[in-house]
């Protein structure tokens, strides 16, 4: 069917951002506020949807295809409801992050430069099987007047297309383009969304080390995510016993297979409790292993690696080679080194004194996340709204030329108002 | 020779970013101070490696293999050292792009979250034969905090060479590593930089569009830059004649061969001064092409596509199917018409009644540019000290754990401060 084509979806999402970056605040709350309204009219129908994934989900579970959690995590229910509601409400409060002056500045009389907030374009979402990301990100996108093609994880298939049909009656009715949200359910998708690179801006894949890899791989459109999250706490001589030890267990057995979850504990070796930490950490279930041959190993279980370290320069220096640039802390009570780790490990987000699991964008006050990135450009961190968009450069004159400026005639002022 | 092998060059460079990341501003500023002195102190030395470069560029020229533009931009003299030391005065003037509060947030008492502005990493950057831009992109990579590896055009090799030993010897002496600005020669070179990702972070390529491209389907490396410029000028049917005439001269004419050059003229169907602006431009030894078969193409001359529009609509949508979201111009003396090119022109630089010309990284103010980028993500328009910077998270906390918020044991306030 040409409709359900990705090439065509993409170039509809294409079309339809040119009218999305320039929606007022307004529509798009209009548009979330309906999404709400239609979650809770409707939830009879996304029950029974969702019924007939857990069903199929279930002989996947007795074949030891997916684990308990991850059946667990498929399900949809009033209780998810109604923290997606909390969570659209959440956006629905933040100010539009678009079309916002970031700074101005006066080139010369009469040539006044604006820097303004602008939506990116087509993003490309890849996640895992929770029907709880499919609203989340449907909302992400249309606060922050981007488009966006879903590719859920097809265990969820019945609820995401249900999901879908909710989001797409909000767009309408809202009077938005019904194709902000767009939506795919096969895995050859995923392989040409990568070559789409005309009309699509940004990927962002959450899902296996070996996905986000392998579209790293193999597209040029930009890719926005983390491949692996090996976050790294560090115990400083100074650090005291009870704390440390909530902390520890906290960033490990909250949720060991989450990429913010502690990986390797790195303890300095004049800390006082060095046994007793570790016989506490065995005592809560989890697995030490001292000295491993690959530091570069993603556990995702309530398994810890340990290394006793010199100093903090060793630590920062561990870190700063072993790590995947994720989420790393400090348990210290001087100052002066916890402002040393934090400015050079290199990692998107840096901490001291509390656990790695607070790396999270809904911890971070963004409402929600579309992801994690560990990137050097465009956005590092928990991504939300900031991080779905870009800015463009409006130059108002009053009839200038260049020539002026190069022959001397006229000067640049370059003021700032 | 190892040491001059760029695996190794971009290994150091690694390892000098970390020390660069972290710089103050005093030292980052002595060092450019120091590039200017010496600018001046070892000019006979400069000027006798360009003429190396000069009398070997006399061949290619009589060879037809560069043109006199090329030829003449390759030329190192008493002027360009001037512009150069104005412009690293610029630089050294403004605050430091890095370590700077971006806001703060408390998630809660005593769980204080930071977003602060820190460098890339390292970034290779490819350019045109042109020797001022080898120190123009050394000061700002030094003055944001990130590391380099240049390959500047192979006719500028003998004064490339002189100027990195000056900036070398410069990072030396106010106690910065040298290996902070690295300068590769061989061609081959730019090949083995693309598969460098876990030493390089960025890649900003200026040349041909063949080049950029090859860069962009090559790498996995985020790239930032343009491969052509496409620039539009879209004549409103309200627009005068004497200023319309003025600023279509300058965009097309000031610099023809110029990435932000106006490559096709829009005008309004009912505009009452078609004949005569057609008359004016051809007497400016402007040649016409009018409805042209291909509105992708970028002349890079004194050639301009011409095409009538039935309106403002029509104009805004070719500029976004055949432009390359560089720079965009409207002359118009309607408000209301100006906000809706601009808003809906999905152009990284959207101007209204002034030049194309403008588009560019000095002309904004930010001192020099390391490029124009047509991206989506991270930095659009010219590229300064900001595009050359991202942000980390540093969460500062008391002991805090996530058992106790998932537990509603504590809630998130989530307050700016």
New interface residues.
């Given amino acids: 069917m040409e409709n359900n084509d990705i090439t065509t979806v993409a170039h509809k999402a294409k079309e339809a951002?040119?009218k999305t970056?320039?929606m007022d605040n307004e529509t798009k709350n209009k548009a979330l506020e309906l999404i709400k309204e239609k979650l809770l009219e409707k939830k009879e129908l996304l029950y029974s949807a969702n019924r007939a994934d857990s069903n199929n989900a279930k002989q996947l579970l007795e074949e030891n295809k997916i684990n308990q959690a991850a059946f667990d995590r498929l399900k949809f229910n009033g209780s998810k409801i109604r923290e997606l509601i909390k969570g659209i409400d959440d956006l629905i409060k933040m100010d539009d992050p678009v079309?916002k002056p970031i700074w101005q500045?006066e080139?010369d009389e009469g040539?006044i430069?604006k820097k303004i907030s602008t939506p990116?374009?087509v993003i490309g979402v890849i996640f895992e099987s929770r029907p709880d990301c499919f609203i989340q990100i449907s909302s992400l996108i249309i606060k922050s007047g981007n488009c966006a093609i879903l590719k859920g994880g097809s265990e969820c298939q019945n609820t995401n297309k249900a999901l879908h049909s909710i989001v797409q009656e909000a767009l309408k009715e809202a009077g938005m383009p019904e194709n902000t949200i767009n939506s795919v359910y096969s895995r050859d998708d995923i392989k040409k969304m990568l070559s789409l690179d005309k009309d699509i801006?940004?990927i962002i894949p959450r899902g296996s080390n070996s996905l986000v890899q392998f579209i790293?791989?193999n597209t040029?459109i930009?890719v926005?995510g983390h491949a692996s999250g090996i976050c790294h706490t560090f115990v400083d001589e100074n650090a005291d016993f009870e704390?440390t030890k909530?902390?520890i267990?906290?960033a490990k057995t909250?949720?060991p297979s989450a990429c913010n979850a502690t990986e390797t504990l790195l303890i300095h070796k004049n800390y006082p409790y060095i046994n007793e930490l570790k016989e506490a950490l065995k005592k809560s279930d989890i697995e030490l292993i001292e000295n491993p041959l690959d530091y570069h190993k993603e556990y995702s279980d309530r398994i810890l690696a340990i290394k006793i370290v010199n100093d903090l320069d060793e630590a920062i220096e561990h870190i700063?080679k072993y790590g995947s640039g994720h989420t790393d802390a400090i348990i210290s009570k001087k100052q002066e080194n916890?402002e040393k780790f934090?400015?050079?490990v290199?990692?998107?987000?840096?901490?001291?004194?509390?656990?790695t699991?607070?790396?999270d964008g809904y911890?971070?006050?963004f409402g929600a996340e579309v992801g994690i990135s560990t990137?050097?450009?465009?956005a590092?961190?928990?991504v939300g709204l900031e991080g779905l968009t870009?800015?463009?450069?409006?130059?108002?004159?009053?009839?200038?030329?260049?020539?002026d400026?190069?022959k001397g005639i006229k000067t640049?002022k370059?003021k700032f108002i």
Same sequence: chains 1, 2.
């Fill in positions: 951002f040119l970056m320039s079309n500045k080139l040539l430069l990116i374009g801006d940004l790293q791989e040029k930009p926005l704390n909530k902390i267990i906290d909250q949720y700063n916890i934090m400015n050079l290199d990692s998107s987000s840096v901490f001291a004194n509390c656990s699991r607070f790396s911890r971070y006050g990137n050097k450009t465009h590092r961190g928990p870009i800015y463009k450069y409006k130059l108002y004159g009053s009839n200038n030329i260049v020539d400026y190069t640049f370059h």
